[in-house]
């Protein structure tokens, strides 16, 4: 602890059980840990100086950004230090000739949104955590979200990062040239490694151009086949489209009961999605277009200003908070090939009820990508049957066990199923290579040992 103090300063040195027990439990509730202490560095020096103290004195060390992971990751084990990324904020620093920013790790999704905004661009990843995720968590995840059809994941964004790495050395490459092929690409490197070979403290993202028009449908299909159809072929013909979110009757009827909300159409349907598209001038006229094309739509309703967009999206962002309401969720973030999304949705209710008889099963996600997030509520924590069945479920249809939510401590038991000897022993290697004494996130992605 003196150590820890030294690095961070005395008030920076968080040891009271009862503030400590914040930053040991994650969103969903699922994951419980029990940190030693939590640290919250202000700079790169002084978390390189914790990351010494760390290895010096054998302690875990866990990187915790808005602790909003949906995989475990960000829980520190027993006796663990939690590394707070807090303080490591300042003003993005944008580029505004030529789209791009640097920006500390503890910086919100939200607060680069607005510093892009301001500067006359945009940035391509958002999502419902926007608030508190932040740019050094959405690195370490390789966050998607729901604009990844358009823009692409984090990683598509990452020009450069800074980071202290395992071995305590101090990597930074914020040049931003877009053309740079000088050896190993350490940003790709870093993007999804889920704080287990560094600890990511400044990056450099590319900016896309702002398209503040928008128009937002909601489309009710009979079939949810229908409706992942209609997804793809607005993918396919409508350039202007930002977002494709599917989900289903049920997810609505859940997110109006909790939120309190009116029902978006007078009669239920079973699949609804969410299409938005944004341009620099109105888009509304290219999206009906586009809608009136598509086969299976049964009602819709469409809004253009503000107020009414947010309403409508508030269905779909909703949905992560209103199943919490039921009791930590099974969170089994997927993607399936394109011609393999519908028969699964069609399968995976059935193939849970098989090994949890009681079970909810709760789809919604980012259509067009292929990404569903399959919830599964009723299912004791510890009670892993059903994240078996769907995840071997994936696999048999060529899959991803993680589409962008990343391992964390929920996966790892099932990472084999995507990933080959060789590429598992590929990644202990580089593990060793980057974090010789395994401090940083232990159980997180790789299996122990
Ligand atoms: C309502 C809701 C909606 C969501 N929607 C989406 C979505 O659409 N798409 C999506 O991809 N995710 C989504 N998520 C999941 C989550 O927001 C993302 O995974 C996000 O990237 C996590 O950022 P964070 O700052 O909260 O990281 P944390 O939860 O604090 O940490 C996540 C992982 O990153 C590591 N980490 C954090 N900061 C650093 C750092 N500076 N250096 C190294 N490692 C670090 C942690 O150790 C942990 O392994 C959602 C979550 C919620 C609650």
Not at 140 to 163: F, P, W
């Amino acid at each position: 602890l003196p150590d820890l103090a030294d690095a961070v300063g005395s008030p920076n040195l968080l040891t009271d059980p009862d503030v400590v027990a914040g930053y040991c439990v994650d969103w969903t509730g699922r994951f419980h840990g029990g940190a030693a202490a939590v640290v919250r560095p202000a700079s790169t020096d002084e978390v390189a100086a914790v990351v010494a103290a760390c290895r010096r004195h054998g302690l875990a060390l866990v990187p915790q950004g808005g602790n909003t992971g949906l995989v475990g990751g960000s829980v520190p084990g027993e006796g663990a230090v939690v590394l707070a990324t807090t303080r490591l904020t300042a003003p993005a620093d944008v580029d505004a000739a030529g789209g791009q920013a640097t920006v500390r790790a503890g910086t919100t999704v939200a607060a680069l949104h607005a510093a892009a905004t301001a500067a006359g661009w945009d940035y391509g990843v958002d999502f419902a955590a926007r608030d508190s995720a932040t740019v050094g968590g959405t690195i370490a995840t390789n966050a998607g979200g729901v604009r990844v059809l358009r823009h692409g994941d984090t990683r598509a964004q990452v020009l450069g990062v800074e980071a202290v790495l395992g071995d305590g050395s101090v990597v930074s490459h914020l040049g931003g040239l877009l053309k740079d092929n000088t050896g190993y690409h350490l940003p790709s490197l870093l993007c999804g490694s889920e704080g287990t070979l560094g600890v990511v403290t400044a990056a450099r993202v590319r900016l896309v151009a702002a398209a503040p028009a928008r128009a937002v449908a909601l489309l009710g299909f009979a079939a949810m086949e229908d409706a992942v159809t209609a997804a793809l072929a607005l993918h396919r013909d409508l350039p202007v489209l930002d977002a494709a979110e599917l989900m289903t009757g049920a997810g609505i009827d859940l997110v109006c009961r909790v939120l309190d909300l009116a029902p978006p159409f007078a009669a239920r349907h079973a699949a609804v999605l969410l299409v938005e598209a944004a341009a620099t001038g109105d888009p509304t006229a290219v999206l009906a277009e586009a809608v009136s094309g598509v086969e299976g739509v049964v009602d819709a309703a469409v809004a253009t200003d503000g107020p009414r967009r947010a309403a409508l999206w508030r269905y779909r962002e909703s949905h992560t908070e209103a199943i919490n309401h039921l009791g930590p969720p099974h969170k089994l973030d997927v993607t399936l090939p394109s011609a393999a999304l519908a028969p699964f949705l069609a399968e995976v209710p059935a193939v849970v009820r098989r090994v949890v008889p009681g079970a909810d099963v709760w789809l919604f996600g980012h259509a067009a990508d292929g990404n569903i997030h399959v919830n599964v509520t009723g299912v004791a924590p510890d009670d892993e049957a059903a994240d078996d069945a769907v995840l071997d479920l994936v696999a048999a249809h060529g899959g991803s066990i993680s589409a962008e939510h990343g391992i964390g401590r929920a996966k790892v038991r099932w990472l084999h199923l995507n990933r080959s000897a060789a590429e598992i022993a590929a990644f202990r290697a580089i593990k060793r290579a980057l974090d010789p004494d395994g401090i940083l996130n232990p159980g997180v992605l790789l299996p122990e040992g």
